[in-house]
């Protein structure tokens, strides 16, 4: 079963994809924790996206969707994977859709977690302390918003049409949350 999870910087996707991926026994795969890594180990995948990610502007649609493919490629993801914040852009979903089919699959559910600006920008603030994420400075959230809004945000339509997006007010307790999500995976 294949799980998609969207939603603005800072809406909980990484919290949220921990806890189903526990439940459903189902590898979490983000692709922004893969570029954090690798920029940490300086890796040449890392070297190239540093500056663009420490902007807070999205890495081109090749590099994650190679990202992508490597990654479904590994044994622990044959049953399924959940992604998370895997698809900004409309061609990342196409490609993605792509990948998937190559292997007999489709997406079964797209999540998406939704908050207000307004509780974005507040979280965004708390984490920046706790995390020291360079991309959760206000100059790279602001950036992190727009690409948000002009790139990520027609991808819910594109769902919408293919009628596999559930809502999930995320504003409430991490379990009041993951119980939406729950709820939301069985119909
Ligand atoms: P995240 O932790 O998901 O907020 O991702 C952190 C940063 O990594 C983003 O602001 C982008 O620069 C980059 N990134 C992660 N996933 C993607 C993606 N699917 N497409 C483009 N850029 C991405």
């Not at 490629?73 to 061609?91: C, L, S, Y």
């Given at each position: 079963m294949d799980i998609l999870l969207m939603g603005p910087p800072g809406a909980g996707k990484g919290t949220q994809g921990a806890i189903l991926s526990e439940a459903r026994g189902l590898p979490k795969f983000a692709t922004g924790d893969l570029l954090r890594d690798a920029v940490k180990r300086k890796t040449p995948l890392g070297l190239k996206a540093k500056a663009v990610i420490e902007a807070g502007n999205l890495v081109s649609d090749d590099i994650i969707l190679g990202i992508v493919r490597e990654q479904l490629?590994?044994?622990?993801?044959?049953?399924?994977?959940?992604?998370?914040?895997?698809?900004?852009?409309?061609?990342q979903a196409e490609g993605v859709e792509r990948l998937l089919a190559e292997r007999g699959r489709r997406m079964e559910a797209v999540l998406f977690f939704d908050v207000t600006d307004e509780e974005i920008l507040a979280r965004l603030n708390k984490r920046r302390n706790i995390e020291q994420r360079a991309d959760d400075d206000p100059a790279a959230v602001a950036t992190r918003l727009k690409a948000y809004r002009q790139q990520t945000a027609p991808v819910l339509d594109w769902y919408e049409q293919r009628n596999l997006l559930r809502r999930i007010p995320a504003v409430g307790s991490v379990e009041e949350i993951a119980q939406r999500a729950r709820r939301a995976l069985e119909h």
């Open positions: 490629a590994k044994p622990e993801a044959a049953k399924g994977v959940i992604f998370d914040g895997v698809v900004r852009t409309i061609p």
